[in-house]
């Protein structure tokens, strides 16, 4: 059998697509739940987060309250060098030239604050509820990762689906080429029939080298997501579960309750709450104790009535302070404090109508989004089973290759349309959880 320029030109193509397909570097399966524990454990947004809730805890802590008393030492030391002359009450006198003074002192002080109008209280009140804030927007950083993380997770599960369906789809036109290769020898077909199965090669070799390719940048994208080495290159797992449409249903339900915006909301007025409380304190006194504990020594000239002393002893006290009236800036900050607190109720209704649009739109996006691939997978059944009819009448030479292909494309199409609708419906299920605050309590 001779070759002619054509079948060399595609055996090079094929010989060629081989050879890449030989470099492609083995490739290994990221579980989801491990794509979710190296998320956890590297996305540097969700360290950032953490880094937030770490401070926000130490801030709560007893060595920021305020409560516990400040404690100092001081020392000191001073030398002075004069001419003096002094008279005694005898009428004696007595000149010195140069006469050298010394004094020496060091205390330890402590300061303790018995009361400041319940000040102190209420900044840890706050620090508290800052704390558990804090925790939310953590939480908040992990949901928003999360679904980054599924969004190209299940990118690369498509890709890799319709990479098979498109490998399934060269296998095929191989054989209609090998076929129509066997069947122009022996002239029961004309050369057309050689060139068009030649043709879909191509083609279908073209779409498979650019889904390649895709797969390779959405597995990069994943890496990106989970801070690993951007060439350590994984396959995801294509199978996908649904949640049971009444856990779906309570979760809806309760949405309101367990939205992280409105969580966070709340959060915040019960803060500002006490932000009022806090700035009301200044109106009431502020009690303290002061106590030191200190050594004094010093060295005299002739004309002192003393040459040295030294001293050691205890000295102990009582303060109040109250600001009677301060120039009005306590009743501005009171007054300010309580329009935060009307503002953070504004917001929190705001929120609230907006999240409760959210969810009614995620769970007809949802719902519609399963619609579409249950209709999708019935359309696959039935290109199936055309492609599977047309490809005996083909075999049997009562369709043509033209025919043949039309069928073998709209199964090819349908197959990835399915593939398509069904990671829709899961990205849509997954939002619906964000929005419900479910998303970090269901199994993947």
């Given at each position: 059998?001779k070759?002619?320029?054509?079948?060399?030109?595609?055996?090079?193509?094929?010989?060629?697509?081989?050879?890449?397909?030989?470099?492609?570097?083995?490739?290994?399966?990221?579980?989801?739940?491990?794509?979710?524990?190296?998320?956890?454990?590297?996305?540097?947004?969700?360290?950032?987060?953490?880094?937030?809730?770490?401070?926000?805890?130490?801030?709560?802590?007893?060595?920021?309250?305020?409560?516990?008393?400040?404690?100092?030492?001081?020392?000191?030391?001073?030398?002075?060098?004069?001419?003096?002359?002094?008279?005694?009450?005898?009428?004696?006198?007595?000149?010195?030239?140069?006469?050298?003074?010394?004094?020496?002192?060091?205390?330890?002080?402590?300061?303790?604050?018995?009361?400041?109008?319940?000040?102190r209280?209420?900044?840890?009140?706050?620090?508290?509820?800052?704390?558990?804030?804090?925790?939310?927007?953590?939480?908040?950083?992990?949901?928003?990762?999360?679904?980054?993380?599924?969004?190209?997770?299940?990118?690369?599960a498509?890709?890799?689906?319709?990479?098979?369906?498109?490998?399934?789809?060269?296998?095929?036109?191989k054989?209609?080429?090998?076929?129509?290769?066997?069947?122009?020898?022996?002239?029961?077909?004309?050369k057309?029939?050689?060139?068009?199965?030649?043709?879909?090669?191509?083609?279908?070799?073209?779409?498979?080298?650019?889904?390649?390719?895709?797969?390779?940048?959405?597995?990069?994208?994943?890496?990106?997501?989970?801070?690993?080495?951007?060439?350590?290159?994984?396959?995801?797992?294509?199978?996908?579960?649904?949640?049971?449409?009444?856990?779906?249903?309570?979760?809806i339900?309760?949405?309101?309750?367990?939205?992280?915006?409105?969580?966070?909301?709340e959060?915040?007025?019960?803060?500002?709450?006490?932000?009022?409380?806090?700035?009301?304190?200044?109106?009431?006194?502020?009690?303290?104790?002061?106590?030191?504990?200190?050594?004094?020594?010093?060295?005299?000239?002739?004309?002192?009535?003393?040459?040295?002393?030294?001293?050691?002893?205890?000295?102990?006290?009582?303060?109040?302070?109250?600001?009677?009236?301060?120039g009005?800036?306590?009743?501005?900050?009171?007054?300010?404090?309580?329009?935060?607190?009307?503002?953070?109720?504004?917001?929190?209704?705001?929120?609230?109508?907006?999240?409760?649009?959210?969810?009614?739109?995620?769970?007809?996006?949802?719902?519609?989004?399963?619609?579409?691939?249950?209709?999708?997978?019935?359309?696959?059944?039935?290109?199936k089973?055309?492609?599977?009819?047309?490809?005996?009448?083909?075999?049997?030479?009562?369709?043509?290759?033209?025919?043949?292909?039309?069928?073998?494309?709209?199964?090819?199409?349908?197959?990835?349309?399915?593939?398509?609708?069904?990671?829709?419906?899961?990205?849509?299920?997954?939002q619906?959880?964000?929005?419900?605050?479910?998303?970090?309590?269901?199994?993947?």
């Amino acid at each position: 059998m001779k070759l002619s320029v054509q079948n060399i030109a595609i055996f090079l193509l094929l010989f060629a697509f081989a050879k890449a397909y030989s470099q492609e570097t083995p490739t290994s399966l990221l579980t989801k739940e491990e794509a979710i524990r190296t998320m956890l454990e590297n996305n540097f947004g969700i360290l950032l987060a953490n880094n937030q809730v770490a401070v926000a805890e130490n801030n709560t802590g007893i060595l920021n309250t305020g409560y516990l008393p400040t404690i100092s030492t001081t020392a000191g030391i001073n030398y002075n060098v004069d001419n003096q002359e002094a008279t005694f009450q005898d009428g004696t006198s007595r000149s010195v030239n140069g006469a050298e003074t010394t004094r020496y002192n060091a205390s330890v002080n402590l300061d303790y604050t018995l009361f400041d109008g319940l000040g102190r209280y209420y900044n840890y009140k706050t620090l508290k509820e800052q704390y558990g804030l804090s925790k939310l927007q953590a939480r908040e950083t992990i949901e928003n990762v999360m679904v980054q993380l599924f969004t190209v997770y299940y990118e690369v599960a498509r890709v890799e689906e319709n990479l098979g369906v498109l490998e399934n789809a060269l296998e095929i036109s191989k054989e209609r080429e090998l076929r129509a290769q066997y069947q122009f020898d022996y002239g029961q077909v004309n050369k057309l029939e050689v060139l068009n199965a030649q043709v879909d090669i191509v083609t279908d070799s073209t779409n498979i080298l650019n889904a390649r390719q895709q797969l390779r940048n959405a597995q990069r994208d994943l890496n990106v997501v989970l801070a690993r080495e951007l060439e350590d290159l994984k396959v995801a797992d294509t199978t996908v579960a649904f949640i049971n449409p009444i856990s779906i249903e309570e979760y809806i339900n309760e949405g309101t309750v367990n939205n992280i915006s409105l969580l966070q909301s709340e959060q915040n007025i019960i803060i500002s709450d006490y932000q009022i409380k806090q700035a009301k304190s200044l109106l009431l006194p502020t009690v303290g104790i002061t106590g030191s504990y200190g050594w004094n020594e010093g060295n005299f000239p002739a004309t002192n009535f003393l040459a040295s002393s030294t001293s050691t002893g205890f000295q102990t006290g009582a303060t109040l302070r109250w600001n009677l009236f301060d120039g009005g800036s306590t009743i501005v900050g009171i007054k300010n404090a309580k329009i935060a607190l009307d503002s953070q109720e504004y917001i929190k209704e705001q929120l609230k109508q907006q999240v409760e649009r959210d969810i009614s739109n995620a769970k007809g996006n949802y719902y519609n989004a399963l619609a579409i691939y249950n209709l999708q997978e019935q359309n696959v059944i039935t290109s199936k089973a055309n492609f599977d009819r047309s490809e005996e009448r083909f075999k049997l030479g009562q369709i043509t290759s033209i025919e043949f292909r039309q069928a073998q494309l709209n199964l090819l199409n349908a197959q990835t349309t399915k593939n398509a609708a069904k990671y829709t419906a899961k990205l849509a299920e997954i939002q619906l959880l964000q929005l419900t605050g479910q998303l970090l309590n269901v199994d993947f």
